[in-house]
């Protein structure tokens, strides 16, 4: 599985984005697929999962209601809508697919990665 990720930019506190994985490889259906954010200096955090199925999405305390992650298997398409974006969602976003849905939030767990996408939020 291979993945790109696409979408970041500049946006100023309040705004919106969309970020979107494009997958390649005939078993992406059957991986879950997750987000992950690193800031200046910290680790990569946990954003947003959602499983093969797309019936189960799961989200990081900091962003839970303001985000949504959404799915298209019929084009290999993960994607993650931003909203209500704060400074502090600034940093490089990745989109990851791991094999296990219960692992989810490890990033440990994680199979596969894509190179990332700069988002920074301008207060």
């Known amino acids: 599985v291979q993945l790109q990720a696409s979408g970041g930019g500049l946006v100023q506190a309040g705004g919106s984005l969309r970020l979107s994985c494009a997958a390649s490889?005939?078993?992406?259906?059957?991986?879950?697929t997750g987000w992950f954010r690193q800031a200046p200096g910290k680790e990569r955090k946990f954003v947003a999962a959602v499983d093969e199925t797309v019936a189960l999405t799961i989200y990081g305390d900091s962003v839970e209601g303001r985000f949504t992650i959404s799915r298209d298997n019929a084009n290999n398409m993960v994607y993650l809508q931003m909203n209500s974006l704060k400074p502090e969602d600034t940093g490089v976003y990745y989109c990851?697919?791991?094999?296990?849905?219960?692992?989810?939030?490890?990033?440990?767990?994680?199979?596969?990665w894509g190179q990332g996408t700069l988002v920074t939020v301008s207060s």
């Open positions: 490889g005939r078993t992406f259906s059957s991986y879950s």
């Open positions: 990851a697919a791991a094999p296990l849905w219960r692992f989810v939030k490890v990033r440990s767990k994680y199979q596969y």
